[in-house]
DNA sequence: ATGGTGGCAACGCCA
């Protein structure tokens, strides 16, 4: 089972990258970040057309997560526990049968910015709020993927001019500090596990050239449970879709379950 | 170098 995590940056804006990509891909299941769209106006025929299930949970104008499954999707949640006065819409979960039952969550994780301050503040919070449930998904035993837009870049590899990034949210200590707390519950990252460990992003700003120069960052994340982790077989980053006509700012990664 | 680029949606906010 491929499944990958793509923060797209608008679906309406990738309306013509996002089907080629998928069908060139060819992933089962795609988790969507950014699809800066309400329910209703989001384009599920186009992916329907394709052979995917569809489920969204959008919001106007901005943030808004949604799945994409050739499988059928099941016990479809919407919403981080715990957000009770949290109006963003950044998380969802189901569950996709194959030939074992996965736990896909998609996460859309605050950005931050500009730290210190209310939003950074918002990040960390809903940091807390992602390790909880993290941890009670484990208590299930089965294989769970978290995939999405982490806005948290991991370990100083995992940028090409790391010092650029000393006092941004995505790279604070307190950021990466909680990472890893979700992390150490007992999660694998699954590109981590390859070799060589740098050099390798999933971002590159639209701003100043940053892919022409190769300046990127790698943010973009899915974390396996036990049980998933033993079920890895390939891991990968689609780069090029960054240098094709009217990319999203990031680009594809993906995984392959033996499930 | 306090700009630069892009999406959404409406002349500003977010990344």
């Known amino acids: 089972m491929k499944i990958a995590t793509f923060n797209i940056n608008g679906i309406k804006a990738r309306a ?22 309400v329910d209703e106006a989001f384009p599920r025929d186009s992916f329907e057309d394709r052979g995917y299930f569809v489920e969204t949970h959008g919001q106007k104008s901005f943030n808004g997560v949604a799945i994409l499954s050739k499988l059928p999707l099941e016990d479809v949640e919407r919403g981080l526990p715990g957000g009770e006065k949290d109006d963003q819409a950044r998380w969802i979960e189901a569950t996709v049968v194959g030939k074992t039952a996965v736990r896909l969550c998609g996460l859309y994780l605050p950005n931050g910015n500009p730290a210190p301050g209310p939003k950074y503040d918002y990040k960390l919070s809903w940091m ?5 449930r993290a941890a009670a998904l484990l208590l299930d035993e ?10 948290v870049i991991p370990q100083a590899e995992d940028a090409a001019k790391p010092e650029a ?3 941004d949210a995505l790279f604070l200590p307190e950021s990466r500090a909680a990472f890893r707390r979700i992390l150490h519950l007992g999660y694998t990252e699954a590109f981590r ?10 971002f590159w700003d639209y ?26 077989q390939e891991a990968g980053i689609d780069k090029e879709v960054r240098g094709r006509d009217k990319p999203s700012d990031h680009v594809p990664v993906w995984i392959a379950l033996d499930a």
């Open 165 to 167: 990034w000393v006092d």
């Open 207 to 232: 701003q100043a050239g940053a892919w022409q120069k190769n300046n990127g960052i790698r943010i973009d994340h899915l974390l396996l449970s036990p049980q998933a982790a033993d079920l890895l």
């Open 16 to 37: 013509e990258a996002l089907p080629a990509w998928l069908d060139e891909a060819e992933p089962d299941v795609v988790l969507l970040q950014e699809i800066k769209s």
């Open 193 to 202: 596990t390859r070799e060589p460990r740098s050099g390798h992003y999933s």
């Open 128 to 132: 807390a709020r992602m390790r909880d």
């Open 142 to 151: 089965i294989p769970v993927v978290m995939a999405g837009d982490y806005n």
